[in-house]
């Protein structure tokens, strides 16, 4: 093959069968909003904690959604639980209380 001085990435796949989506549907009943985001971002851009560190919000809700839920827990400490992220989201989504529920539904999978 010739040397064109870079590499084609290996495409990235996310079998949804091989995800857990247990804790999705959790969350689903406790936050209903939950599943109405469409990725806008505008939580992300508002986050307190985002402007101090490289926590980001929508990345993390997304990979909860997709049942991808490594580090999550962890990474979900930094959120201070202000609340300005629901004040500014477009549809309606209660980001506060989706953090608190997410916490707990991985702390008490985790446990197990
Ligand atoms: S502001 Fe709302 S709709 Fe936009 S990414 Fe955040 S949760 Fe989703
Ligand atoms: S509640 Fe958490 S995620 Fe939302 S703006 Fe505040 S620190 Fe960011």
């Known amino acids: 093959m010739s040397n064109f001085g870079f590499n084609i990435s290996n495409t990235r796949v996310i079998s949804m069968d091989e995800c857990n989506m247990g804790n999705v549907e959790r969350l689903h009943l406790e936050v209903p909003s939950f599943k109405r985001c469409i990725s806008c971002g505008a939580c992300s851009a508002t986050c307190s904690a985002h402007q101090f560190t490289d926590f980001n919000i929508r990345k993390l809700h997304n990979l ?3 049942g991808q839920y490594a580090g999550l ?3 979900l400490k930094a959120c201070m639980l202000c609340g300005k992220c629901t004040l ?3 549809r ?3 980001l506060r209380s989706m953090i608190i529920n997410m916490r707990k539904i991985l702390y008490e999978a985790n446990k197990r």
């Open 64 to 66: 909860y959604r997709r």
């Open 88 to 90: 500014v989201c477009p």
């Open 92 to 94: 309606g989504v209660n």
């Open 73 to 75: 827990q962890e990474e």
